[in-house]
Structures are given as structure tokens and as C-alpha cells.
């Protein structure tokens, strides 16, 4: 099995996974100086990713303090998504295969399909059975090999053009790179488009797991 940099309790700590020290904040949010979106009163350079979209601020300190499974750090879950990196220990997925990478996903009811959206990174193989053992997330799940994980947008917190606050509800909005509604948006997650999909069936994951 890989090897895991922080471990609480007798549970492996995912890479993406959040800790209790590392806070988040969203500044104060001002209309963009181009009048077309968003931006915080204080911005820095590195508020914005490659593709001009605002980003949250989130603190980075892992392994200080409780590790909070069900909250994904912002800025690991965007290095993870952009480097191919496995969501549980790190590592690089493409020096494994650079072919083809796993993911896990909870089940919806279906299996994988072509183009679906998600903001989960991929997975080594041997990290698969770690990840649908401990996960309550993924106790129900699906899985495929993805030969072409594209990147397609973000999700976050939308944001009222008139009252430049954050747009009713909970629920965080996906908006592709190329939706202008993606300048109203302080992302929390990047989005992948996954094409080339070939299911993989739950009971894989121990073979796949021995056989690293």
C-alpha cells in the first residue's frame, strides 16, 4: 500500500483533506475594476488561478490540528486535479500510468459516464480499497479508468452582480471556464471533464491493490 505522510487514529489522512488549522476566509469582495466580475478590496496574485478565476483563501498547514475528512483543502484539491496527483496519499498517478487514470466516485445510480463533471482527483490503485473502506462518501460507489480527464471549470460560492453577496442557498454552482458566469464565482473546487470511460468494477480493487 502507499505510504501515508499523516495518519489520526488508526485512519490514513487524504492528501486533500482539510485541517482544522488550515481556516478559511473570503475577503472582502468589490466589483471587479473591469466591471465584468468579481475581486477582493485586498487581491494578490495569488488569489487567481492561470485562468483569471478568484479563488477562496484557505490557510495551508497539514497536519496541524483535527483532520477534517469531509472538507477538501482548495488549494491541495486544485494541485491534485491539475498534477494528477492521488486524492488519498499524493502521489503521482501518471508515473504509474500515464495512460490511463482511476477514479472513484459516489455512487449516484449509475455508472461512470462520458463527460461526467466531478471535482474528485483521481486515485492510485492501491489507495482505491483504502479510499471505499474508510470513506462514508464512497461506501456507495462506482469506478472507472479515464483516458482523458480535461479540465472544464470550477465550483463555488456564485455571487449576486447587484449586491456583489454570495447568491442564495448552500449548494455550490459548477460553471465551465468558458461561461462568462465563471466571473461571479469565488472557486472552492476545480471541475473535470471525464472522457474515455471504462467502468471498473468494485470487486478490482483488492487485485489491483496486491498486485502494486
Do not use: N
Not at 6 to 35: F, K, M, N
Not at 91 to 110: I, M
Not at 117 to 122: G, I, K, M, Y
Not at 162 to 179: E, I, K, N
Amino acid at each position: 500500500m502507499t505510504g501515508h505522510r499523516y495518519v489520526q487514529g488508526d485512519l490514513p489522512v487524504p492528501y486533500v483533506a482539510s485541517w482544522s488549522a488550515e481556516t478559511r476566509r473570503i475577503p472582502t469582495v468589490v466589483l471587479h475594476r473591469t466591471g465584468q466580475g468579481i475581486g477582493y478590496a485586498d487581491e494578490g496574485s495569488y488569489d487567481r488561478d492561470a485562468d483569471g478565476v478568484l479563488w477562496i483563501r484557505q490557510a495551508i498547514a497539514p497536519g496541524s490540528g483535527k483532520a477534517l475528512f469531509p472538507t477538501i483543502h482548495a488549494l491541495r484539491q486544485r494541485r491534485a486535479i491539475s498534477r494528477m496527483l492521488c486524492q488519498v496519499c499524493g502521489a503521482d498517478t501518471l508515473e504509474r500510468d500515464p495512460e490511463r487514470q482511476l477514479f472513484v466516485l459516489k455512487d449516484v445510480g449509475r455508472p461512470v459516464g462520458e463527460g461526467e463533471l466531478t471535482t474528485a482527483a483521481p486515485v492510485c490503485p492501491p489507495c482505491a480499497h483504502v479510499a471505499v473502506e474508510h470513506c462514508p462518501h464512497l461506501r456507495q460507489h462506482v469506478a472507472a479508468w479515464v483516458e482523458r480527464p480535461l479540465a472544464w471549470g470550477v465550483a463555488g460560492v456564485p455571487y449576486d452582480a447587484r449586491t456583489l453577496l454570495p447568491a442564495p442557498g448552500d449548494d455550490l454552482a459548477m460553471v465551465a471556464y468558458d461561461d462568462p458566469a465563471i466571473r461571479w464565482i469565488v472557486a472552492t473546487h476545480q471541475v473535470l471533464s471525464l472522457q474515455g470511460c471504462t467502468t471498473v468494477e468494485p470487486s478490482d480493487f483488492s487485485a489491483m491493490a496486491s498486485a502494486q
